[in-house]
């Protein structure tokens, strides 16, 4: 883990010094691992937002539940100094403007954070990286560049080849949170598209069906014990292309 992780959390929690917030975004332009995570509670914390913000939590119920995590936190206040622990943004979300907390989510609140399922998670960290500016942590064409990059960042060793000639250019590659791993995520060029691959550890799971949300498409497939997603705005027919050529091209790695 970073040493500046718990730094990050309190930076996108609004909880720093001027001094402190300048630090770390000197830290974020070097480091992809810290990028990667910002970019994840950013997703996350747009991505309840959209979904709950025509909904309120009744007042009284805000209040009883801010009253006992307050009580809560007295006790246990010490011992939470001593490890770094911070308020998840979303209990600012219970007494902040708005009121955008939603009554049948607060039982999971209470347990931590609720997690999105895989397509929601998918789709955030798409749009998350292509309005960040920080879509890609390695850039480069050549494969043999980008796929030792993933060694000790990512829980997962994915296929990467260039497939210019067929139309995919290979951009580059960062890591992403999916599925609660640190995934693989190969960007690719098709015309005017971008096509984020993301690829993580699935053991004996099944791909999800394609399916389409927000507007993007999500193509998953499987080889061996790893779950790929190939996910873009681009169309059906051009996402299918590429997923079969990497289907290939990965069944040709794992051949003797």
């Known amino acids: 883990m970073c040493p500046e992780h718990e730094q990050l959390h309190a930076y996108f929690d609004g909880e720093l010094a001027p001094g402190e917030q ?18 994840t509670l950013q997703a996350g914390r747009s991505a309840l937002r959209a979904q709950f913000r025509e909904m309120q939590a009744p ?4 209040a009883s539940i801010l009253r006992a995590l307050d009580a809560e936190e007295q006790q246990v206040r010490p011992a939470r100094r001593a490890a770094g622990w911070r308020r998840p943004f979303w209990l600012g979300m219970l007494g902040g403007v708005g009121g955008l907390a939603v009554t049948a989510a607060l039982a999971f609140f209470l347990l931590f954070a609720p997690q999105m399922n895989l397509p929601e998670q998918l789709v955030a960290a798409h749009v998350q990286a292509l309005r960040s500016g920080h879509m890609i942590a390695v850039v480069s064409t050549d494969r043999h560049t980008v796929k030792p990059w993933f060694a000790g960042r990512a829980d997962v060793s994915p296929v990467v080849v260039d497939f210019a000639d067929q139309g995919y250019r290979l951009l580059g590659g960062r890591t992403d949170a999916i599925d609660r791993q640190h995934a693989a995520v190969v960007v690719y060029e098709h015309g005017a598209h971008f096509i984020n691959v993301f690829s993580w ?4 799971a099944e791909p999800p069906p394609d399916t389409t949300l927000r507007g993007y498409h999500l193509a998953f497939w499987k080889t061996q014990d790893l779950m790929y997603c190939a996910v873009s705005d681009t169309g059906w027919s051009e996402l299918k292309g590429l997923e079969q050529l990497l289907s290939f091209a990965g069944e040709r790695e794992l051949r003797p």
């Open 59 to 62: 007042q009284p119920l805000r």
């Open 201 to 204: 550890h699935a053991g004996t």
């Open 22 to 39: 300048m630090h770390v975004k000197q830290h974020l332009a070097a480091c992809a691992t810290c990028r990667a995570e910002l970019a």
